[in-house]
DNA sequence: GTCTATAGTGTGATAGAC
DNA sequence: GTCTATCACACTATAGAC
């Protein structure tokens, strides 16, 4: 792995552990094993390397999404896989985490990939139920883009639950709970 | 207003703003009005001030919904009209925030107010959610503690959603997503 | 490309005068 | 109780040698 890609690398995981305050350039270099001088050789500053790794996880987010609801099966099923798809609860949304930090949300560059990531997600989610719904598989009154925003909404709270309950055991409860509501009727 | 509380309220306000890894003892004494030594006479430090200030919300938000969800109205109201409640959806959730920053959960006395509030908001709702279901007015087969979960999870996810995209909406549209499902069958 | 040296600022806290 | 002075350290970045 290049220099460079070991310092993207770092950035992601300490963006994710400990939000972009909270990471310094000295700890994305001790934990990519490269110097200073290497680092802003290589990027212009914190800013620039956080762009590199926020773009990079978004990236890999939308393919993770995409297999799934992309995927064969009804929609219910593809929605209720990519619900209970194994995550590591405990450890959050590396994007949704950094809409808490606001000298993320205050830099556009920054801040555009959240947005888009999570503008992409609901309207696919959206796309999805809009296919179930028109085929008979849910209600015929259900609105695409409200329940999307819900199921969005239940992934990105019950990591908020689990972490408050130091286990990953409401985050899944949240989960049930809205399948049960959506397949129930 | 004494020194002390106007130390707190800093506190809450910047804790709420900017987490505690982005809140500094010299932005708070500012925004209070306060000298350090005041500060340090009063308080031991960050962490004793953080403690104050996070119990302090905990109490004001357990008091707001314990209006609501113990008022009048049915269990399918109240629950309702927590959900549709006003609030400061762009400013997030005061509590659900610190779950995010790591220094607080790695201290137990930081963290317990925390855990313990969302913990009786789930049994709260739980609650009023099984009241509902026991007069037939929610499906028998309801699952009150997930429900309960699902529930504030579409909050805490809500503020995740509307911060992303940088308007209301979001939020409100997960409300009524899931109040939606909840209401229908 | 990578290194070390250095700078200027902020952080979190203590000391001791008043 | 509140003030100013001071501390040791970390942060983010630049400079210039190698």
Redo the contacts with the bound molecule.
Sequence with gaps: MS?PDRLIESTRELLWERGYVG?????IQQRAG?????M???FS???DLALAAITRTAEEMRAGVEEILGGPGTAVERVSAYLRREREVLRGCPIGRLTQDPDVMADPALRRPVEETFAWLRDRLAEVLAEGRDLGELDAGLDPGATAATIVAVLQGGYVLARAAGTPEPFHQAVEGVLALLSHP
């Design positions: 220099t990471t310094s350039p000295r700890a490269a110097g200073q001088g290497s802003y050789h290589h500053g914190k800013p």
